[in-house]
């Protein structure tokens, strides 16, 4: 690995102030174990923000905070704040629902993980529970958040299809689509690319570029280029500590805390 950066994103030096989501003092425990402390991480509006750092520092622990996915699991225990903005709620507070945080932030796993259902009605499924049952309205929101998703050519002819029927990057595709479908506030990554191959991470990389015009992205990955490609902006952390922030380009190629500049150049992790 180098710190050397291919290529930046078009936009990476617009100003963007207006925050969509801020962790302060976030710490978490698995029990006893604390994979998180004090965690402070701005989430800027409409852009995409890369997780970074060696594996076990924590990224997937603090990505699964933002929906509240570790509730599933007795004993786990969060402390300090997720603001969300504009409302301004504590996403943690024991009287935020956490049902109603996953219907405003929704999530892509590693593996695509499609329902055992036709194209269409993976799209359609989240949409018919928020009790929108007018054919034509399905339709219409199925098909634009399959073309947001950039799936739309692909599939229109096999919408009866079944999503296992399609290749892993469309059926990654297909998850995507199914979660802009109840259109999130939030969108949450966990490695999406991890599991496909470079053709298919490339249509992934360049739907998410495409993504931030109306949809804030918080990205887990390994893939370093990838940050670099896709993020906005950069977070780095280790041993379960957020060490360095910022615009992506300014983390890669003058980051200011020494365990950065040497995960970069390779020396660990
Ligand atoms: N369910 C769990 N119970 C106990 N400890 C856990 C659990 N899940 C993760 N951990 C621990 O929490 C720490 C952070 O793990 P996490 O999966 O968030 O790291 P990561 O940076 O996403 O790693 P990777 O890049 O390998 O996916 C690690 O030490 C891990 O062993």
Redesign the pocket.
């Known amino acids: 690995m180098n710190n050397s950066v291919q290529r930046q994103p078009a936009n990476s030096h617009e100003p963007s102030h207006v925050l969509k989501a801020e962790t302060r003092n976030l710490s978490f425990f ?1 029990g006893d ?1 604390a ?1 998180l402390r004090e965690v402070n991480l701005p989430v800027h509006a409409r852009r995409a923000t890369a997780l970074i ?1 060696p ?7 603090l990505l699964r905070c933002f929906n509240r996915m570790h509730d599933l699991y007795p004993g786990h225990r969060y402390q300090g704040e997720i603001r969300l903005y504009p409302d301004d709620i504590n996403l943690l507070a024991p009287e935020t629902d956490p049902i109603l945080v996953r219907s405003r932030i929704g999530m892509v796993f590693q593996k695509p993980n499609p329902f055992p259902k036709s194209v269409f009605e993976n799209v359609a499924y989240g949409l018919r529970l928020r009790g929108i049952r007018q054919t034509a309205e399905l339709e219409a929101r199925v098909e634009r958040a399959l073309r947001d998703a950039a799936l739309w050519d692909e599939v229109k002819d096999r919408l009866k299809d079944s999503a296992y029927a399609l290749s892993g990057g469309q059926q990654q595709r297909l998850c995507i689509a199914r979660a802009l479908a109840v259109e999130p506030e939030l969108l949450l990554f966990d490695e999406p690319t991890s599991a496909l191959d470079p053709l298919a991470t490339a249509s992934i990389e360049e739907l998410l570029r495409n993504l931030k015009v109306h949809v804030t992205t918080l990205i ?1 990955t ?1 893939n370093l280029q990838q940050a670099a490609r896709v993020a906005e902006f950069t977070a780095f ?1 280790y041993l ?1 500590e957020l060490v360095e922030f910022g615009p992506t380009e300014v983390l890669f190629n003058a980051p200011s805390q020494k365990q950065t500049e040497d995960y970069l150049a390779g020396r660990f992790g």
């Not at 594996?55 to 622990?61: E, H, I, L």
Request: charged share 15%; aromatic share 6%; net charge positive.
């Open positions: 698995y174990k994979a750092g594996s076990g520092c924590g990224k997937s622990t887990v390994h952390m379960g």
